[in-house]
């Protein structure tokens, strides 16, 4: 028997699962395949469990110096186990949230790998689904590296890093990106010896350059030790990890941390599919893969040059637009407040960092935050740019005292 629905989608990660809902909600039949956990890789294995992982180690480290505020907490303890089994109650709470959405909303779900036959045919489970659209959302994977071959032991990979038991007294990242960085926080935090492997010149190696040099004065004031421009050989592993390194020198630790990008799952495309999320090879990001779930299926477009980026953990880190380093000189205005400068900073005992925007006449074409709330910050220069609000328009503005919003009103004199 063959089973027909207006749209058919495969892989419920960000832009699978937005698209079934937004389906349903403009009355389409919609059936979505899922051959893992409902929610992908965002729900389970990356944006949520990392950020509830990093939570616990942001307190640990809050608390620890509470000192300075007046709190004084002598015997502050890391319960790992517990850390991480807060960690697994989010992830199947909101799966579970999730799942209630899409059968309440009427999204038919097969729990099964499915096969895209031709634009308008899948197959899964030995059965016939027949769609007027077929949407691939199928996500991707970690990439695997030769001499960096992951082994759910010694050497990991972003999901086999969420399933440690203990904290590792020492551990070297390779690949300093998002995942590389936000790893490095969590386990300085929590005290393991961290060292991190960059083939690039500068950390975070897609962020504007002045970001890049003020997070390695963040990594080094919290003991993190910071390779560059060095190439990972191969990997012994003994009774702890040899990292051989292309300068010469052999890095030991206990464990190690792949976090060197991502592959896309089912790279063959079939013509008249539509491909979205991280599979389409664009941003990998959740916020993008569900911007073009809803392009695609409320045909409400959005400006691919204003995606934020946001790197979580103390402080964040947020940018959008163009990097200082991408434009010619003199192009450009450019305004740097500290964000010491904010007296918001000063009670939260969170100084470190900055507000960098730039500007051409008089529109913001970029702006790069190290800051608490940064990742909040960073959607009000957005909501600027894409509406075309000039430097000017929003000096007009009213913000409110004592934010950390204020640094940017204070930035935009200096333009
Ligand atoms: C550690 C980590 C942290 C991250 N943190 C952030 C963050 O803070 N913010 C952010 O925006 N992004 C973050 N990301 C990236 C984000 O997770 C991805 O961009 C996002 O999950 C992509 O969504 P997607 O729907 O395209 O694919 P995915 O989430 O990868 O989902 C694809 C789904 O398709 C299923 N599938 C694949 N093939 C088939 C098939 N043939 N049949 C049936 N099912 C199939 C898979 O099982 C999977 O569940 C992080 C990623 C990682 C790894």
Redesign the pocket.
Known sequence: MNYKFDIGI????????TAALHGRRRGLSVVL???????????????IP??AVLHSAELYEEIKSGDILGIKAPDVQIDFSKVMDRKNQVVTKLRKGLELSLKNSGVVTVN????IKDKNTIE?NGQIYICNQIIA??????KSIKGMETDNDKVLN?DGILNLTTIPKSIAIIGSG??GT?WARIFAAFGAEVTVIELADNLLPLADIEVSKRVERIFKAKKIRIYKSVRVEKIDRENTCKIKLSNGEIIESDKVLVAVG?SI??SEKVDGVEY????CGEI??????SKQAIEIVDGIKFDKTLVPS?V?GNPEIAWVGQREQDLEEGSYKKSTLLISAIGKSHCDNATDGFIKILSRDSKIIGAHIISKEAASLIQQIIIAMQNNITVEDLKEVCFAHPTYSEGIFEALFGL
Request: with cysteine.
């Open positions: 495969v892989g419920s990660g960000p832009a699978g699962y395949f899922e051959k893992s956990e409902i929610g992908g890789v965002c729900l389970n294995r990356g944006c990392t950020k099964s790998e499915a096969k899964a959302a199928t996500g991707s994977e970690p972003s998002a995942i936000e991502r799952n089912n979205i999320g991280d599979v990998m990001l959740a916020h993008y893969a946001v979580y």
